[in-house]
């Protein structure tokens, strides 16, 4: 009798063995996601306050550079963008060498995206975007870095911006179902003209940077930018201003560390969705699956946290550089226009001038590609339909 006692006391403390060193294993597994979570949050906050800082810093974010850029009166804008896309899509080789299996994954994901869109979906999205730069004087990702400079008028495009979040995530399923999906949207350049993928990123750098040489030679930066305090510091957190072309590499090599350590591509308009999602009670949501979608998740959350960061890296840059609300703003009713179509149109063609313009081009994907000279090619030819001092001052 003392045996069978003593074999069922052995048998209970080796079962509650096992469950203390089960839940011993659980509270690990919990603590090191938690752990990773914290690590993710960290990264996406810097990450943002230093794309936010720089952009303020390259001085691209004033209404006015945007809007004569698309009548090709200054290049600063052109500069940057070139730059940092070249620089993107350096990072972009260099971690197909260090990290593939890493890369692949973001790429893969990237691509999962794409295949849902049509060229003439990707392509109306783009045109409505490149309209709201040219009347809003701003970007989808700009518009965080305008409020963080005390941009006059800058909430009016938030606003705005917002309102289309809004529209475009409850009409989402019948914009989407009105347009089937096309494989050429999210093939990449090289597997279209079947050339070794390495040979066309390298050509496609030295193209960029050629471009951006010959930019800086013709029309020299400086030409393009008046100085309001010219004793600042070259290139320093206190600068005014700094060299577009450094500054664009700066933005690009941020691609870098965001592939690297987030495993995922810059982008900023998602952060629209994400904040008109939270306005809706779950069971309202349950009726429109793509606001829903948004709802939860610690990337849907981080999107909100980066353009947050974005206007805090802005704010501490402008003030830095004595030139807080100090940029020449658009009237309010462009303002809120301007806010409208540009994230309407980001939303519309999956990605803006970050998320397609430099992230879905460095991965030289088409539907990308065709978004960003969309973007570009609607902005110009509204530009030049309206040129007039009043518009473009």
Partial sequence: MDEL??????????????????????????????????KIIIISSILGFLFGFILEKSKVYEPKFIRQQMIFNKFLMMKMFFSALATSSLSIFILNLIAKERY???????????????????????LILGLGMTIGGSCPGMVFVQLGAGVNYSYLTLVGGLMAGLFHGLLNSYLTGSSKPDAITSKTLFELIKVNAIIVRILFIVLLAAGVALME??????????????????????????????????????QFFSLLLLSKSL??????????????????????????????????????????????????????GGVFNKAQSVHPYNAVLGGFLLVFGARLAGGCNT?????????????????????????ILLGFFVLTNDFFD
Wanted: charge should be positive.
């Fill in 217 to 254: 030679i013709f029309v020299p930066w400086k030409k393009d930018y008046s100085f309001r305090d010219n004793t600042r510091p070259f290139f320093s957190v206190t600068s005014e201003v700094w060299q577009p072309i450094i500054g664009g590499c700066c933005l690009g090599s941020l």
């Fill in 267 to 320: 982008g900023s308009s998602s952060s629209f969705t994400t904040a008109v999602s939270l306005i809706f009670p779950f069971k309202i949501l349950e009726k429109f699956p793509y606001l829903k979608k948004f709802r939860f998740g610690l990337n849907n959350y981080l999107s909100l946290l980066f353009v947050l960061s974005v206007f805090g890296g802005s704010m501490a840059s402008s003030f830095l």
């Fill in 104 to 126: 692949n994954k973001v790429f893969e994901s990237y691509r999962t995206m794409l295949k849902s869109k049509s060229i003439l979906i990707v392509c109306a999205g783009g």
């Fill in 5 to 38: 006692n003593e074999l069922r006391k052995r048998n209970f403390n080796d079962g509650e063995n096992v469950t203390n060193k089960e839940e011993a294993q659980q509270q690990k597994k919990n603590n090191e996601n938690e752990n990773k979570d914290l």
């Fill in 355 to 379: 998320g397609h313009g430099i992230s879905g081009t460095s991965h030289l994907f088409i539907g990308s590609i065709v978004a960003m000279m969309s973007m570009f090619a609607s902005g």
